[in-house]
């Protein structure tokens, strides 16, 4: 059974930095695309990063490119998100989302339950 368990995640003030990292069991990661997806209050859960098998392509939604990374260790069986720069309007639930790509929720057969990332103004 495929388990995704995210970390990293807590409170920062605005301008900081976090990283967050998913880490799987049950599967060997690198066998799949990862995405990063969040959530914020209210609102539908909505794309945020994405990451091929291998670590040469990637994807990133519009409101982070340029001030996040996605990367993977698939030795570690691990992918991490690193967020610079962060404002308020990042503070949401983050998940990672395996087997599948692209930016839809619907694309990914597996979902972590999630690590709260707020910031703070």
């Known amino acids: 059974q495929v388990q995704l368990v995210e970390s990293g995640g807590g409170l920062v003030q605005s301008g900081g930095s976090l990283r967050l990292s998913c880490a799987a069991s049950g599967c060997t990661l690198s066998d799949y695309g990862v995405g990063w997806f969040r959530q914020a209050p209210g609102k539908e859960r909505g794309f945020v990063a994405a990451i091929t098998w291998s670590g040469s392509g990637t994807d990133y939604g519009d409101s982070v490119k340029g001030r996040f990374t996605v990367s993977r260790d698939n030795a570690k069986n691990q992918v991490f998100l690193q967020m610079n720069s962060l404002t308020p309007e990042d503070t949401a639930v983050y998940y990672c989302?395996?087997?599948?790509?692209?930016?839809?929720?619907?694309?990914?057969?597996?979902w972590g339950q999630g690590t709260q990332v707020t910031v703070s103004s």
């Open positions: 989302a395996a087997g599948g790509w692209g930016t839809k929720v619907s694309a990914y057969n597996y």
